[in-house]
């Protein structure tokens, strides 16, 4: 059964990097039918998609978010990461880690409060 | 790019049927056949309940079903029952400047009455 866990600081400094590891276990983050995947939620509203990455390397970001977030993938140890800098207030939200297949996300993290204050 | 539209509440009846309705552009749900449906119960992550506009994953009832026409997808649910009460969310594929991602709905309240 595949599991997805998110890992991180869970509160970063304004103007700060954010920094998260999602680590896959139960199957291979080397499988050629899907993506893996980054949507976030603030609190008390609705999901937004950051963006996905391919066991290659390859990457796709929301246009709005691109010049500020990495996506980056470590094969060896079935894990992919986020880097989003210069953070603010707004992008205070649960983080979720996902499985992606056809832009659709069939197993998810069980999410992680990420929290930007001083 | 703008989120997918979605009504902010519904609500029916147990053993009732509703529909949420996802309204998009031809940008994203006019063109592309990666429509999907997910159910978020409260301090849950959500869960995929429809994909590729009307496939269900293994092992969610057959009381939910996709579709969808033109520029707008939607979800039924026929046969209410309370465990049903929880925030749906579409979304879908878009490519916009030649950049492919996914977009999503601003999400819908069920309510079971």
């Known amino acids: 059964q595949l599991q997805l866990q998110e890992s991180g600081p869970g509160l970063v400094t304004p103007s700060e990097t954010l920094s998260l590891t999602c680590t896959v276990s139960g199957g291979s983050i080397s499988s050629s039918s899907h993506h893996w995947a980054w949507v976030r939620q603030p609190p008390g509203k609705g999901l937004e998609w950051i963006g996905s990455?391919?066991?290659?390397?390859?990457?796709y970001y929301k246009p709005s978010l691109q010049s500020r977030v990495t996506i980056t993938v470590d094969t060896s140890k079935n894990q992919f990461s986020l880097k989003m800098i210069s953070v603010t207030a707004a992008d205070t939200a649960i983080y979720y880690c996902t499985r992606e297949e056809n832009s659709s996300s069939d197993s998810w993290g069980q999410g992680t409060l990420v929290t930007v204050s001083s | 790019q703008s989120a997918l539209t979605q009504p902010a509440s519904v609500s029916g009846s147990p053993g009732q049927s509703i529909t949420i309705s996802c309204t998009g552009t031809s940008s994203d749900i006019g063109t592309y056949k990666y429509v999907s449906w997910y159910q978020q119960r409260p301090g849950k992550a959500p869960q995929l309940m429809i994909y590729?506009?009307?496939n269900r994953p293994s092992g969610i009832s057959n009381r939910f079903s996709g579709s969808k026409s033109g520029n707008t997808a939607s979800l039924t649910i026929t046969g209410l029952q309370a465990e049903d009460e929880a925030d749906y969310y579409c979304s879908s594929h878009t490519i916009v400047n030649t950049l492919p991602y996914v977009i999503f709905g601003g999400g819908t309240k069920l309510t079971v009455l």
């Open positions: 990455i391919y066991y290659s390397g390859k990457t």
């Open positions: 590729e506009v009307s």
